[in-house]
């Protein structure tokens, strides 16, 4: 009977770890059995290629350039949308007619498919038409080829990330903070403390596991962004923006 009870929770988890395996596993081993390959849509078959592939990119300008693109977007980005969503986390917690409002006007970007949010950007930072030079050119400013500049193009890459994917780490914020248990706060308040000091020592401090775990989602989707990218710049001007999931489609695709 014991021996059945300790297999019990196993059999529970059964179902979700062939999933894993069929959705996950597989298609990674896959893709390792063909880095192995000499493999293009061009080409009739597949070749094995022993660690040539792997000797080219790693001695390949291009793919290190994009290695850093990737990196430095996920930094920033992963940055600016811990900082943030943790600020609409805070004032999403607060409980009132309008802030139910706003819990749901700042889950509007994250609804929105990435490619459909890349076009929007890719539209307000047009050269002729965008609305962002429209409103520099109110101020006295003359027009910015935002997407034409290699030196430019990352900004936009980077604000259309953080406007749709914060939202996503504001959540995660608000459901650690709706576990906080409320005697805490009402505790700082007869002790006399701050909001500052009831967000270090009280917040901070329990929100870092809640934080931690949006981060490291953010971070494996960043890494691995693809449309977004693909769609606002195309991985220009000249590469500037070439993340590392771009260059691949390229490789392979084109």
Same mark, same amino acid.
């Given at each position: 009977?014991?021996?059945?009870?300790?297999?019990?929770?196993?059999?529970?988890?059964?179902?979700?770890?062939?999933?894993?395996?069929?959705?996950?596993?597989?298609?990674?081993?896959?893709?390792?059995?063909?880095?192995?390959?000499?493999?293009?849509?061009?080409?009739?078959?597949?070749?094995?290629?022993?660690?040539?592939?792997?000797?080219?990119?790693?001695?390949?300008?291009?793919?290190?350039?994009?290695?850093?693109?990737?990196?430095?977007?996920?930094?920033?980005?992963?940055?600016?949308?811990?900082?943030?969503? %943790?600020?609409?986390? &805070?004032?999403?917690?607060? =409980?009132?007619?309008?802030?139910?409002?706003? /819990? +749901?006007?700042? *889950? #509007?970007?994250?609804?929105?498919?990435?490619?459909?949010?890349?076009?929007?950007?890719?539209?307000?930072?047009?050269?002729?038409?965008?609305?962002?030079?429209?409103?520099?050119?109110?101020?006295?400013?003359?027009?910015?080829?935002?997407?034409?500049?290699?030196?430019?193009?990352?900004?936009?890459?980077?604000?259309?990330?953080?406007?749709?994917?914060?939202?996503?780490?504001?959540?995660?914020?608000?459901?650690?903070?709706?576990?906080?248990?409320?005697?805490?706060?009402?505790?700082?308040?007869?002790?006399?403390?701050?909001?500052?000091?009831?967000?270090?020592?009280?917040?901070?401090?329990? %929100?870092?596991?809640? &934080?931690?775990?949006?981060? =490291?989602?953010?971070?494996?989707?960043?890494? /691995? +962004?693809?449309? *977004? #990218?693909?769609?606002?710049?195309?991985?220009?001007?000249?590469?500037?923006?070439?993340?590392?999931?771009?260059?691949?489609?390229?490789?392979?695709?084109?």
């Amino acid at each position: 009977m014991i021996l059945r009870k300790t297999k019990l929770p196993y059999l529970f988890l059964l179902p979700g770890i062939i999933l894993v395996l069929v959705f996950n596993f597989i298609p990674f081993l896959d893709t390792l059995i063909l880095s192995f390959k000499n493999a293009k849509l061009i080409l009739p078959e597949e070749r094995f290629a022993g660690i040539v592939n792997y000797q080219v990119i790693l001695t390949h300008s291009r793919f290190w350039y994009s290695l850093f693109i990737t990196l430095s977007f996920t930094f920033v980005s992963i940055s600016l949308e811990a900082i943030l969503g %943790l600020c609409l986390g &805070l004032m999403m917690n607060r =409980l009132s007619p309008v802030n139910n409002l706003l /819990r +749901i006007l700042i *889950l #509007v970007p994250w609804t929105i498919p990435t490619v459909v949010t890349a076009r929007m950007w890719q539209w307000i930072f047009d050269y002729n038409l965008g609305i962002a030079n429209y409103l520099l050119q109110g101020i006295g400013i003359d027009q910015i080829n935002w997407l034409g500049k290699p030196w430019l193009a990352f900004f936009p890459m980077i604000i259309a990330d953080v406007w749709k994917t914060t939202p996503f780490v504001a959540i995660i914020v608000l459901a650690g903070l709706s576990a906080i248990p409320h005697e805490m706060y009402k505790a700082s308040l007869v002790d006399g403390a701050n909001g500052w000091q009831r967000l270090r020592y009280i917040f901070l401090p329990l %929100l870092l596991p809640v &934080l931690g775990v949006a981060i =490291l989602f953010r971070a494996i989707d960043a890494m /691995r +962004i693809f449309d *977004l #990218v693909y769609v606002l710049t195309g991985g220009g001007p000249g590469g500037s923006t070439e993340t590392v999931s771009v260059y691949a489609y390229k490789l392979f695709f084109l």
